[in-house]
């Protein structure tokens, strides 16, 4: 009591002496000391689940980083001087600290060196947050965090729907091939799932009761879906265990005064619970790629490696509420993720899964369980669970025709097509996936060697439209559960409104999985060959093992010719038909 004191009467003496500023709703209707005592005292995370529950918005201004008082705005946002850039640079993170400014300093020059601020340059920070972690000088910031590893923290008004503006916070491009580069450049990361979750979440966030419905976002990385879903209105519930990307999330979420929206898991989310999970995080490249075991990592990219330990966890023993969205992308490990999350899904209504789909993560080592793991999963949200899933592609993500435009319809993925994704795996650790080669083609370039992904694989497959990994958006679209017992609160819960949104338009595939087994070359109507590659920019002298027509009969012609013959004899291994 005695320090609560002491910091009430400083906080009367600043107030007095004009350098330092607090307002709040709740201090007129109470006593300093019971102010101060609010500010000092640790809050219990909140995450608002009804409407009309926000917490008085608190206004405080102190400066107290190295970079105050030099007339620019070091806190990622506009300052006082009105300045014509798109993006501002974070050297100071956003906030309070709960004691005088000398006392701070002491704290600093121990070591302490938590929220950093820039109220002279800035003006004073206004926020609803009643936990912010790094209002205890030992916890650092986001910023400070960041900016003690070297990375720079850039901010610019993400390019969205003009009803849910926001700052997005990311970093150097160079160092970031991935969100930092979309950002930078446009403003926007994904445009076209960012679309399809503008348009699912729209005017459902806040229900007719007052809750709020949950988005769950597992791989968070630096937070833009879960903003975005909080910006709309949802309660988001975001797990990121990588320190580094948890820090531009905790940052953005501060950043937008969602602190109350948005409750913020640093587990990996599993198959199993109370387990060390080993995560390899690049220093350099696609930072996104990061995961369990590095399996996603692009080797070709030189850069250094963080290795960590994170406790796991499920999402059937985090989540007990229903799901408007859950959005899953953690690098070859989504199959781990669903398996985890087998009680949820039978026990309440999720009624939508947007996924980042890589089996590619684990063909590169060969795991072969974690292989039949990827379409075994998929099978699963068919026939056990009820969903249907269509096929958004990896190009595709980033295409959007705009926020209210009709949503493309999508191929859908089948029972049909992943028998044959199974089979391919299964033929694929036998040895036996493309091979033997056709004794006519042995001669030509491209089938000197048996196997190879993807033109070794089954036209009939999913995986056969794509590279390595690509995007799925999985809904419930009928009353019927697909066999599914739900016993929760979403019992007996069909389609959700966001239904109609899900348009699906033929099957996956290179070829239909009822083409027969002396059909060869695609007619899909993308005109795409083995892996989703488009025909016409293939070089000519991989068309036909990519399933394309000679475009240069110079180059292809005999090609062509002879594997016809080779599909006509029953000699080309990949063309096989399952019954």
């Known amino acids: 009591m005695e320090a609560i004191v002491t910091i009430a009467g400083w906080l009367l003496l600043a107030l007095i002496s004009g350098s330092f500023q607090l307002t709040s709703t709740a201090i007129s209707s109470g006593s300093w000391d019971q102010a101060a005592a609010k500010l000092m005292r640790p809050h219990a995370r909140r995450n608002l689940r009804n409407a009309g529950d926000e917490p008085p918005a608190w ?35 956003l906030g309070w600290v709960g004691v005088s ?50 990375l720079q923290v850039r901010v610019r008004e993400a390019a969205v729907h003009p009803s849910i503006q926001f700052k997005f916070a990311y ?71 990588v320190p580094l990307f948890r820090s531009f999330l905790e940052y953005n979420i501060h950043l937008n005064d969602l602190s109350n929206l948005v409750e913020v898991r ?67 490990w989504e199959w781990s993720v669903m398996q985890g999350a087998a009680g949820l899904l039978r026990g309440y ?78 033929r694929w650790q036998e040895g036996k996936l493309a091979c033997p080669v056709p004794p006519n083609m042995a001669n030509f370039s491209s089938w000197r060697l048996c196997g190879g992904v993807p033109e070794g694989l089954n036209p009939r497959s999913f995986r056969s439209n794509f590279g390595h990994n690509t995007n799925i958006w999985a809904a419930k679209t009928t009353s019927a559960s697909g066999g599914s017992s739900r016993t929760g609160p979403g019992a007996g819960a069909g389609a959700g409104a966001g239904a109609a949104l899900f348009q699906l338009e033929g099957v996956s595939g290179i070829l239909a999985p009822t083409d027969p087994a002396d059909k060869y070359f695609q007619t899909n109507s993308d005109a795409a060959g083995m892996g989703g590659r488009i025909c016409r920019d293939l070089d000519p002298q991989v068309q036909v093992k990519h399933r394309c027509p000679c475009s240069k009969q110079s180059v292809c012609g005999e090609e062509e010719q002879e594997i016809l013959k080779a599909v006509a004899a029953g000699t080309v291994p990949q063309n096989y038909v399952l019954k």
């Open 101 to 150: 400014e000398r006392v701070w300093r002491s704290w600093a020059s121990e070591g302490f060196t938590g929220y950093c601020t820039d109220c002279t340059d800035c003006g004073p920070w206004s926020t609803s947050a009643v936990n912010v972690t790094w209002q205890d000088p030992k916890v650092v910031g986001p910023v400070r965090f960041l900016k003690a590893r070297d």
């Open 171 to 241: 970093t150097n491009p160079e160092q970031d091939f991935d969100v930092s580069y979309h950002m930078d450049g446009s403003g926007i990361v994904e445009a076209g799932i960012t679309t399809i979750v503008y348009q699912v979440l729209a005017g459902r966030c806040l229900r007719e009761d007052g809750s709020r419905a949950l988005v769950v976002d597992v791989g968070a990385n630096f937070g833009w879906f879960a903003v975005l879903a909080a910006r709309m209105g949802c309660r988001v519930i975001a797990f990121e265990p």
């Open 266 to 332: 640093s587990s990996v989310v599993s198959h199993e619970s109370g387990t060390l999970m080993k995560m390899v995080v690049p220093a350099r490249g696609i930072w996104g790629t990061a995961g369990i075991d590095g399996l996603n990592i692009d080797t070709a990219i030189e850069s250094r490696h963080q290795t960590i330990d994170v406790p796991s966890v499920r999402l059937e023993d985090e989540i007990k509420s229903d799901v408007l969205l859950l959005k899953v992308d953690v690098e070859g």
């Open 349 to 426: 209504l999720v009624e939508n899964v947007i996924m980042e789909y890589s089996p590619g993560a684990p063909e590169r080592h060969f795991k072969w369980d974690h292989m039949l793991a990827h379409p075994a999963m998929l099978y699963d949200m068919i026939t056990k669970y009820g969903f249907r899933i269509g096929h958004i592609g990896d190009a595709d993500k980033h295409i959007s025709a705009g926020w209210d435009a009709p949503l493309p319809p999508l191929r859908e993925v089948t029972l049909e097509n992943l028998k044959y994704d199974i089979e391919d795996v299964k």
């Open 59 to 93: 206004t405080m201004c102190l400066d107290t980083c190295n970079k105050a008082r030099n007339e620019v705005c070091e806190e990622g946002r506009p300052g006082k001087v009105p300045v014509k850039i798109t993006q501002f640079m974070a050297y100071c993170d």
